[in-house]
């Protein structure tokens, strides 16, 4: 069995959490140590004191690399006798390809991850142990996709692939799996809907998520909503083209100012320059709609620095419940997409689709209210 390559035991680096890291190291080098000594299969593995003395190590990691060899079908455990070599078997997994990242390993979420912690958090309560998931990082569409080849063509076992939000890999995807057999799912946007009808699917939808937001800002007796999103992000430019209809439906006018498309780096400094240059010009919105929640934080602190108050002079709602929007001065009002759950709801999917059933689910999104809306006046 080819297993991964080892390295050092690791130090506690920025952003990442030291006891993942360490479980995560130890897990490789017990999988070498399964390669270089080639046990019989229900031969005694070493022990739990063994191995804490031998790679000086707490119990606690010890017990959680042993418990993600378990997982993988390498050894089995017998309470109050030890742990045992598993013998051989068809492995089953569930890959998720998360494009656009490429940490060295999957410790790497556990500390600065951001959303997508909750989501893999889900799926390893969720997963049974004969249909563990694997995760599959690459820097570009171009290494991604041919890592998807290596995985339809080379490994045997793989029970159903699921893709993160990236839909431009799902056209080469489906191809290369359709020949295996094995099914592909997907999470992400309902802007790409379309797309993705030939195969399972778990999605957000984004009419339904600028409407929780608006509705909102409406109730608290806002009018003069602005939108702010990234264009080169698919699921924001759905949240715009959303934005632009609700306001339609509501007979509410639009002021083409209140319209902010940004660059994620110079979101606030843009937000801020746009909120100056109408209020100099007698045109103020009194709220704020943000496609994601990621740049509030800056947002925030540089209209506080002109004068601006949140929620007094002006109310805003973001998406995605991400770790900026809680920890935000103040706290923002969100639409979570709730990843967590829906971690959850993608393995029993994939246990559905490796029986050749396919479905469609709607994640089911809420509305969070902090402090960073309140009503007119």
């Known amino acids: 069995m080819k297993r991964r390559k080892t390295q050092g035991r690791p130090g506690r ?32 593995f070493l022990s739990e004191t063994i191995i804490r003395t031998r790679y000086d190590v707490s119990l606690q990691t010890v017990r959680r690399a042993l418990l993600d060899l378990e997982r993988q079908g390498l ?10 070599v598993a013998p051989p078997r068809k492995r089953r997994r569930l ?3 998360i494009p656009r990242m490429a940490p060295t390993d999957r410790s ?20 049974a142990p004969d249909l ?33 939000r990236d839909y431009t890999v799902l056209d080469a995807l489906a191809v290369a ?8 799912l997907f999470y992400g946007s309902s802007a790409q809907r379309e797309r993705v009808s030939g195969i399972s699917s778990l999605l957000y939808d ?33 949240r715009h083209e959303a934005w632009r209809a609700w306001m339609a439906e509501k007979k509410l006018a639009i002021d083409p100012d209140w319209e902010v498309p940004v660059a994620f780096p110079t979101a606030a400094d843009t937000v801020a320059f746009r909120d100056g240059e109408l209020r100099r010009q007698g045109r103020a919105w009194t709220a704020l709609y943000a496609a994601a929640d990621q740049y509030l934080p800056q947002v925030f602190r540089i209209l506080r620095a002109q004068g601006r108050s949140i929620p007094g002079d002006l109310s805003v709602v973001g998406v995605d419940n991400s770790a ?18 829906d971690g959850r709801r993608i393995v029993e999917l994939a246990a559905l689709a490796v029986k050749g059933e396919r479905f469609s689910w709607e994640s089911a999104v809420t509305l969070v209210v902090r402090e960073s809306t309140h009503s007119v006046g």
């Not at 790497?108 to 997963?127: C, K, P, V």
């Not at 509705?215 to 009018?223: F, N, P, T, V």
């Open 13 to 44: 680096q920025p952003g990442t959490d030291a006891s993942s890291l360490r479980h995560a190291w130890l897990g490789r080098e017990l999988e070498a140590e399964l390669d270089r000594t080639k046990p019989s299969p229900h031969a005694p």
């Open 75 to 84: 050894v089995y455990r017998i309470p109050s006798r030890g742990t045992f």
């Open 95 to 97: 890959l998720l390809f």
């Open 108 to 127: 790497w979420i556990s500390g600065s991850g951001g959303e997508i912690a909750f989501f893999l958090n889900a799926l390893d309560r969720a997963a």
């Open 132 to 164: 563990p998931f694997e995760l599959v990082f690459e820097a570009s569409r171009e290494s991604l996709l041919a890592r998807c080849e290596e995985v339809a063509y080379g490994q045997p076992g793989v029970s159903a692939v699921v893709v993160f």
């Open 177 to 184: 799996l359709k020949e295996k057999g094995v099914p592909l």
């Open 206 to 238: 984004e009419g339904r998520v600028t409407r929780l937001a608006l509705e909102h800002l409406h109730q608290l007796g806002h009018r003069r909503i602005g939108c702010v999103w990234v264009p080169e992000q698919h699921a924001q430019a759905a």
């Open 324 to 341: 900026a929007g809680v920890w935000s001065d103040p706290p923002a009002t969100v639409i979570d997409l709730p990843l967590d759950a």
